[in-house]
């Protein structure tokens, strides 16, 4: 659903605007991210821009929109794919029911550890999985970590799947991240992101999950202040780039493009790295419980959501081969 705010920051700009600026026309492309401005998505596309404007001697940059003033992650997508906005760092989940191969990187306890991860979405499988935005008038650029998503509750500590039964618990507006929740017995709310906050508060949910860093820079661990570490889903990030928009660049200007995203990954863990540490801290400062959790458990209880979302015969393999990984 588009706002009044959104329409009002979408007006008079002239999308892939070539503005001239003396002789040379310059293309400042949108870039939209629900995060707020110092979060290391936000400084990651930032880089790209900065890359861009070097490598194209200021013909292209970027704009990048934080704190969601463009719109919540799901509508982003519609938009995006129209063209309207030209660049969106997003979250893998928002995708999993427009994208089948989407779901597989999102799958609780795919990944072994953060390594495994990063090897996996580096290489040709993750490359097989970035072309399957193309399908949907995307051109998918690079993946950035998002570490491990964990619980969190404003009732009691969460060590075992019983601990969470009845619980409401906000998810992203993906299906299979609602069959994972409804498989540990809690009942699962999809909710746009920056709805949570107040939803805590007034008890309309008991809690979400989320990483460190969003934990932190949302404050919800001032209203949940129960984080257990089940680290059950890895669920990375995703820069993407409207197809019409990527079409209207030059062939050159294309393999500029497509290379300063994936250079800027590295830049982004060096910053997720020191942010998630900080925003372990300021938590724990800030009053909240954690708790490390027996993940075996949790693992067994996800049987039924592999069932239902690793039917088709190429997700089958794609686990596999991810699995495959060393
Ligand atoms: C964050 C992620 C966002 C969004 C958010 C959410 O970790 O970076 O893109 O998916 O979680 O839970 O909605």
Known sequence: MLTK???SALAGAAILAAATTGAAAQTVLRSTDIHPTDYPTVEAVRHISKLLEERTKGRIKINVFHSAQLGNEKDTIEQTRFGVIDLNR?????????IPATNVPSLPFIFRSVEHMRKVMDGPIGDSILKEFEKHDLVG?????????????SKRPINTPADMKGMKIRVQQ??????LVSALGANATPMAFGEVYSALQTGVIDGAENNWPSYESTKHFEVSKFYSLTEHSLSPEVLVMSKRSF??????DQEIMKAAAKESVAKMRELWDAREKASEAKVKAGGAVINAVEKQPFIDAMKPVYDRFVTDPALKD??????AVK
């Open 174 to 179: 993906s299906d299979m991240f609602v069959a």
């Open 318 to 323: 794609l686990v596999a081969k991810i699995q």
């Open 247 to 252: 079409d209207k660049l030059s062939k050159e």
């Open 141 to 153: 650029l690079a993946f950035y970590d998002s570490g491990s998503r964990s619980f969190y509750n």
């Open 5 to 7: 705010r959104m329409f």
């Open 90 to 98: 997003i979250n893998m989940a928002p995708f999993n029911n427009l």
